[in-house]
């Protein structure tokens, strides 16, 4: 989408985020434009199977976190409009555990449901 908002295709009203974005530092957020109280941003996570032991969780963190750096990566997740983050596996597993009881629901609230 950031393509067609750029090439002006598209016009953004607003951020959904806490913050406005970096690729669209014009662009207001929600609460900026009288929204309070709404967000929802897409995140990506890696996850390991449960057990998996800390020195393993640390290594491949690190890995993540310098791949995340690397210029090449970097450009590409920016040029599709995205804010990268990194962190740590425990900032990861705290985002988890309010991500996932918020987002259960709102989706058990609305009745959806899989066909």
Same mark, same amino acid.
């Given at each position: 989408? @950031?393509?067609? $908002?750029?090439? *002006? #295709? =598209? #016009?953004? =009203?607003?951020?959904?985020?806490? #913050?406005?974005?970096?690729?669209? /530092?014009?662009? /207001? ?11 929802? $941003? ?8 449960? *057990?998996? /032991? ?22 590409? @997740? ?6 990268? =983050?990194? *962190?740590?596996?425990?900032?990861? *597993? ?5 991500? $996932? /009881?918020?987002?259960? #629901? ?10």
């Amino acid at each position: 989408l @950031l393509g067609q $908002v750029r090439n *002006g #295709k =598209l #016009k953004v =009203l607003a951020i959904t985020s806490a #913050k406005r974005s970096s690729q669209l /530092p014009d662009v /207001p957020t929600l609460a900026e434009s009288g929204y309070k109280g709404f967000e929802a $941003v897409t995140w990506f996570g890696i996850l390991a199977p449960a *057990g998996t /032991p800390a020195p393993i969780v640390a290594q491949l963190n690190k890995a993540i976190n310098q791949a995340l750096q690397h210029a090449e990566v970097a450009d590409k @997740l920016r040029s599709e409009g995205g804010d990268i =983050l990194g *962190g740590s596996a425990d900032q990861f *597993g705290q985002l988890l555990r309010t991500e $996932v /009881p918020r987002w259960g #629901k709102i989706v058990k609230d609305s009745g959806a449901s899989l066909d």
